[in-house]
């Protein structure tokens, strides 16, 4: 398992599937992703201007 972050602009599924692709990308046998927290970030205005999670990401170790 490892922990990874993510941050979107539009939403957090779609900061979900960046943090899920980005895992792919250098993981190999991906099982599942636990999302562990989530957050926004608010710009000057009080206005969100991220949505940000943070993955547990389950993958199978070559043997």
Same mark, same amino acid.
Not at 19 to 40: C, D, H, I, P
Not at 46 to 58: E, M, Q, R
């Given at each position: 398992?490892?922990?990874?972050? @993510?941050?979107? /602009?539009? #939403? +957090?599924?779609? =900061?979900?599937?960046?943090?899920?692709? *980005? =895992? #792919? /990308?250098?993981? *190999? &046998?991906?099982? #599942? @992703?636990? $999302?562990?927290?989530?957050?926004?970030?608010? &710009?000057?205005? &009080?206005? $969100?201007? &991220?949505?940000? $999670?943070?993955?547990? $990401?389950? +993958? =199978?170790?070559?043997?």
């Amino acid at each position: 398992m490892t922990e990874i972050s @993510a941050i979107s /602009e539009q #939403s +957090f599924e779609e =900061a979900i599937k960046i943090g899920v692709k *980005r =895992a #792919s /990308e250098t993981l *190999r &046998g991906l099982k #599942s @992703a636990w $999302v562990k927290e989530q957050e926004v970030q608010i &710009g000057e205005n &009080g206005s $969100v201007t &991220g949505y940000k $999670v943070h993955l547990l $990401v389950t +993958f =199978a170790l070559d043997s």
